[in-house]
């Protein structure tokens, strides 16, 4: 499966935003997706992950309450929808897929097989 993540841009503390995760070359509906970021100079870190048909979802706790991840397996797409944005969720954010048979969501990076390539999002104060 290849991924393509969107929707990064240039935005206020306080805007929201909305990154797509979409997928090419087989069905989505069998894949666990998460979201991560890595900022400059800093270690990648996960954002948020959902189970692959979407009944399970983890949040970290820097963006709980703030961020939602969704996905529409009709559409091939998982969403990450982030409220509130403040100046340290400035990161390229990554979407990364793994295939499963089960409702497992999974938070740690080598869990994942299959990385999109990153969209930039940019908070200013």
């Known amino acids: 499966v290849q991924l393509q993540a969107s929707g990064g841009g240039f935005v206020q503390a306080g805007d929201s935003l909305r990154l797509s995760c979409a997928a090419s070359g087989e069905p989505f509906g069998g894949y666990a997706v998460g979201w991560f970021r890595q900022a400059p100079g800093k270690e990648r870190e996960y954002v948020a992950a959902?189970?692959?048909?979407?009944?399970?979802?983890r949040y970290a706790g820097s963006v709980k309450g703030r961020f939602t991840i969704s996905r529409d397996n009709a559409k091939n797409t998982v969403y990450l929808h982030m409220n509130t944005l403040i100046p340290e969720d400035t990161a390229v954010y990554y979407c990364?897929?793994?295939?499963?048979?089960?409702?497992?969501?999974?938070?740690?990076?080598?869990?994942?097989?299959?990385w999109g390539q990153g969209t930039q999002v940019t908070v200013s104060s």
């Open positions: 959902i189970s692959r048909v979407g009944t399970i979802t």
């Open positions: 990364a897929a793994r295939y499963t048979v089960t409702g497992a969501y999974y938070t740690t990076g080598g869990d994942y097989v299959y």
